[in-house]
């Protein structure tokens, strides 16, 4: 992202260097190309943290200088980062607010304008952190995400100059082993992070201090200059090759940052290391024009980028074909262009005709007036006066998941003395004679249950949690997880209690079995597999554990109902409407019969067999809602799901009369 300017260090023993500035092109390419979905990036993501260690490594000899010099001060320090920071990204925020104010439905343009909020105040990681999780909003809709690193770098610079202050008054000068026990720690703690908070290990400054610790040593001398030209070579071909491993075989579903974020943190380091005492290879090629050239705009290239690839998207209400994305991509650098010739341009080095009063006066003004400009939009709901009662109606479709939120999590509080999630039906009944058991697709269900369970006069328990499978994980095959032991005890309380007749299983199969979401959706697997990694494995492995445990409550007395696959969309259903009708477009998201066939066809086949099995009954809510060739998306005007792949209340009462034998009497009296 930003770093200190290459030029700044131009006083310092290692002048300026072209092969940054170009190391610096292969990092926002390389995050470019990902943001765009382009074929052959998929870990194109790592391309910020290869900034990180750059950034570490730039500041760190400005740092050390004026420090050993005692000539450091806050406020040049201060000076130099807004010069950096400030004028492009405020350029960015204000165009960004103001394109929002004409393509961004109210509710998004509020959450623009909280985002927006956030990154003025350098807290958009812990914003968006906050934002994360099983039902968050995707990426694509979120303009301003990408700024979530400019706040883990100017998080990390309030501390890290204070830490080699203390190691030269209090350390003797041990700027080496302060920092590395920064890095260690951190380190440390981001590969814990990785498997027990992962939202919180990517978001956060102190498990991403590390990446900028790398170059911080590398600055401090902690690796002695390599001298020999063949060593240069091969150091630095390793570095480029470990991080392009990484944006050509990482994707969504690698664990990261983590030990994986090595790669291109070491590949970065190993360039730099390599560069800091003379020629190589790799230096001459990053040192190329148009490399270089792509390094002086990387700042303004990763700060634009995005939101354009997001606005360009938001108004088809879907994603770009790769043509299209390449011609954004294409926008963007003509705009980073001009944004730095034109906006950073003239706030940095020592020839600006800005002063230090006048750039802290106009950075407080500029950030008050965006701030102001932000609080203003969420004070007034978005500006709603701009769409009709049609839109305002198909927007708060979306907000049915509210009602999911607080009891879809069950599996969260495995060792809790609660058990189910809610309770269903009527509470006059005696006793709780069935269960609902699954992921947020039976909590989409539950009140289409509990509404058919009073009217029978039954009580009943949802135990439902969100990516929770409603099956029994073999741990030889799945990872231990709060969805397995959560199941291991819906199971025993199943086993415990002979009242519970009926068993209703409910889940998103194919996101299971697939381990992938539908179409362009990127949606991580929501169960890691040991040793099956191939889709037909999984998808055999998972189908197995569904039958099995099927067939055993089955032959345990109990009557199994499991509810098959809803027609996934890939897009959001109610906004993709919502955002046509108020820009005056027609788009039809419904997708074809083929393509639900094509998607569900291992699961399917299993509901085909267990539809053979004794005591167990499949419900197929796609022949509800497929006609001959599409599955519709909306009713006499009514959106039929409330994202992209679960159903509005509008979709469950098309699909709820296939529950009622579910509820209907058996041998001539209640069951």
Avoid at 193 to 206: C, I, K, S, V, Y
Avoid at 525 to 531: Q, V, Y
Avoid at 550 to 567: C, D, E, Q
């Amino acid at each position: 992202m930003s770093g200190s300017s290459n030029a700044a260090a131009a006083g310092h023993s290692l002048g300026y260097r072209r092969d940054i500035d170009g190391l610096r092109a292969v990092a926002v390419l390389s995050v470019a190309f990902y943001h765009a979905r382009l074929p052959g990036f998929g870990g194109g993501f790592v391309g910020v943290d290869v900034f990180f260690v750059i950034s570490g490594y730039l500041i760190t000899q400005i740092l050390l200088a004026e420090i050993e010099r005692g000539a450091f001060s806050v406020l040049a320090f201060y000076e130099r980062r807004v010069r950096r920071i400030f004028p492009a990204l405020f350029a960015v925020l204000l165009a960004v607010l103001a394109a929002g104010c004409v393509l961004l439905l109210p509710d998004d343009l509020v959450a623009l304008a909280k985002s927006t909020l956030a990154t003025v105040l350098f807290a958009a990681n812990f914003h968006f952190l906050a934002e994360a999780g099983y039902f968050a909003a995707p990426s694509w809709s979120k303009p301003l995400l990408h700024t979530w690193s400019l706040a883990v770098e100017e998080q990390f610079y309030i501390v890290f100059p204070g830490l080699l202050l203390f190691a030269r008054r209090r350390l003797g000068g041990r700027y080496i082993a302060a920092t590395l026990i920064t890095v260690l720690v951190s380190f440390a703690v981001c590969v814990v992070g990785t498997n027990n908070f992962r939202d919180a290990d990517f978001f956060l400054a102190p498990t991403r201090a590390w990446e900028l610790g790398l170059g911080s040593l590398l600055a401090l001398g902690a690796l002695a200059p390599l001298r020999a030209r063949a060593a240069r070579e091969a150091l630095a071909a390793a570095g480029l090759l470990a991080i392009a491993y990484a944006v050509a075989s990482y994707s969504d579903d690698t664990k990261f940052p983590g030990v994986s974020a090595l790669a291109p943190c070491l590949g970065a380091t190993a360039i730099l290391w390599a560069g800091g005492a003379g020629e190589s290879m790799v230096g001459r090629l990053l040192s190329t024009g148009p490399a270089v050239f792509v390094g002086l705009i990387s700042y303004s290239l990763y700060l634009w980028h995005w939101p354009l690839l997001v606005y360009a998207s938001y108004v088809p209400a879907r994603a770009l074909t790769p043509p299209e994305a390449c011609v954004v991509l294409a926008v963007s650098v003509a705009v980073a262009a001009a944004s730095w010739r034109f906006v950073e341009r003239p706030f940095r080095g020592a020839r600006s005709r800005i002063g230090r009063q006048s750039l802290f006066r106009g950075a407080l003004g500029v950030s008050l007036a965006t701030a102001a400009a932000a609080l203003a939009l969420a004070a007034t709901h978005g500006l709603p006066g701009r769409v009709d009662e049609t839109v305002r109606a198909l927007v708060a479709t979306k907000d049915e998941r509210d009602g999911l939120l607080a009891w879809c999590n069950f599996h969260r509080s495995t060792h809790g003395p609660e058990l189910w999630a809610r309770e269903l039906g009527d509470p006059a009944a005696p006793d709780a004679s069935f269960v609902v058991w699954g992921d947020s697709h039976a909590c989409m269900f539950a009140e289409a249950i509990d509404s058919l369970a009073r009217k029978a006069g039954r009580r009943g328990h949802l135990a439902a949690g969100g990516g929770c499978p409603p099956f029994v994980l073999d741990r030889k095959v799945v990872r231990a997880n709060t969805c397995a032991t959560a199941n291991d005890r819906v199971l025993e309380a199943l086993r415990a209690d002979p009242g519970l007749a009926d068993v209703i299983m409910a889940g998103r199969w194919a996101l299971y079995f697939e381990g992938r979401g539908f179409g362009q959706e990127r949606v991580r697997a929501p169960l890691e597999m040991i040793g099956a990694n191939a889709t037909q494995d999984r998808a055999e492995l998972l189908g197995g554990m569904l039958e099995h445990t099927a067939a055993f409550l089955a032959k345990s007395g109990h009557r199994v109902w499991v509810i098959g696959p809803v027609p996934e969309v890939g897009l959001e259903v109610p906004l993709v409407l919502a955002r046509a009708r108020m820009l005056g477009r027609s788009v039809d998201p419904a997708p074809a019969l083929t393509e639900f066939e094509a998607r569900q066809h291992e699961v399917l086949a299993i509901l085909a067999r267990l539809r053979e099995s004794p005591g167990v009954h499949v419900v197929l809510p796609h022949e509800r809602l497929c006609g001959e060739r599409l599955c519709d998306v909306v009713r006499d005007g009514a959106a039929l799901y409330w994202d992209d792949d679960h159903l509005s209340r509008a979709g469950v009462g098309l699909v709820e009369p296939l529950f009622e034998p579910i509820f209907a009497p058996r041998d001539g009296s209640p069951p």
